[in-house]
């Protein structure tokens, strides 16, 4: 990641402002990327009712980070597994496939990825961190698209 780029935003009320890119080194990359992590994570374990795993967890963050709060709270993925139906909530996972009403092969293979992660066993509840199995997705994702 050494090199990569960050282009910061400046939200106003109806307003984004894009500010130039500036170059950031792999430590900052965590930091940020961790501290994001961290705010989603805050943002939908209130909206998790039903008991739940690392991995189920990582991936519903995952998934709530790329459509946002809002649509995760009305997602089928949440209702689902609320509703104790795990393995419905997982195929809804491939519902989020589209941007601008055209299915992207990189969000097929993101929604994948994160599915997958979510059927993954684990025999421990949830952390108050799902940063492992978010390293492990994004491991993941890496490794597909190079293939």
Known sequence: MDGAADVERL?????????QPRVIDEAQAEVYLRRT???FAATIRPMITAPVNENEFGAMVSLAYNIGPA??????VLSRFNAGKIQSAADAFRMWNQAGGKVLPGLVRRREAERALFLTPVA??????????LVALVQSLITRKGA
């Open 11 to 19: 939200a106003v009320p109806a307003l984004v402002i894009r500010v």
């Open 37 to 39: 992590v961290e705010k």
């Open 71 to 76: 649509a995760f709270g009305r997602s089928s």
């Open 124 to 133: 421990t509840p949830a952390p108050q961190s799902p940063w492992a199995a």
